[in-house]
C-alpha cells in the first residue's frame, strides 16, 4: 500500500499506513531476527534473517521456507518477475520459485559475494549490491549487463529507484546517482 514495514523483536512485523501502525499478519512465528523484508504484488510476505533462513507468509500461514545457516544472514530481497523472491545474503544471490530454487546465469563472484542491497527496477533489471561492486542483472536473460567494480571500503550497501527513473547507490564511500548512463557522485 505504499508504506514502510518494519519489524521488531516485540511488536513483530507492523505496516505504516495513512499515519496509524497496523498489523498485516496476525500471528508471526518468526524464530529469528527479521533484517529484510518484501511484499510482492500477490501480497505475500517474505522476511530474510539474520539466523534462520528465509520464510513465507501467506494469509495467516509463516513457514520457514529456506534455512541458511547461522553464518550466512540474508540481507536483501527483491520481487521476481515470475511470482518468487530474489534473495541477497551473506553466501551470494539466489532465485527462489514456485517453491524451489531456481538456477541463474550469473557470473560466479554473484554466488559467493555478499550481497547487501537489492533493487528492481522499471525495466526489471535487478541492482545488487555487494562487497565487490554494483551489478545490474538483466532478469529476462538471467545475464549481467552491467558492472561498477568497488574499491577496498566501498561496499554498496543501499540501492534505491526514485521516481524519475534513476538509480541511487550508497556505502560509506558516499551516494551516487546514475541518470541516463552517467553516474553523479553526491
Known amino acids: 500500500k505504499g508504506g514502510p514495514l518494519l519489524w521488531g523483536s516485540r511488536y513483530r512485523t507492523v505496516a505504516f499506513y495513512e499515519n496509524h501502525f497496523t498489523r498485516p499478519l496476525p500471528k508471526d512465528d518468526i524464530r529469528g531476527t527479521v533484517i529484510s523484508i518484501l511484499q510482492t504484488a500477490d501480497e505475500t510476505f517474505w522476511f530474510g534473517t539474520s539466523d534462520v533462513g528465509l520464510y513465507e507468509a501467506v494469509g495467516s500461514q509463516v513457514t520457514q521456507i529456506l534455512p541458511f545457516p547461522r553464518s550466512q544472514s540474508i540481507n536483501a530481497l527483491a520481487p521476481s518477475v515470475h511470482g518468487g ?46 562487497e565487490k561492486g554494483l551489478y545490474r542483472v538483466n532478469t529476462a536473460s538471467d545475464q549481467v549487463t552491467g558492472f561498477l567494480p568497488g574499491t577496498a571500503g566501498s561496499e554498496i550497501t543501499a540501492i534505491f529507484e526514485d521516481t524519475d527513473g534513476d538509480i541511487w547507490f550508497a556505502g560509506a564511500h558516499g551516494l551516487e546517482r546514475l541518470r541516463e548512463g552517467m553516474f553523479t557522485t553526491i
Open 85 to 130: 523472491v530474489w534473495v541477497g545474503s551473506d553466501a551470494g544471490l539466489f532465485l527462489w520459485e514456485h517453491g524451489a530454487m531456481v538456477p541463474i546465469n550469473v557470473p560466479s563472484v554473484l554466488h559467493r559475494a555478499r550481497v547487501y542491497a537489492l533493487t528492481l527496477d522499471r525495466d526489471r533489471n535487478l541492482w545488487v549490491g555487494t
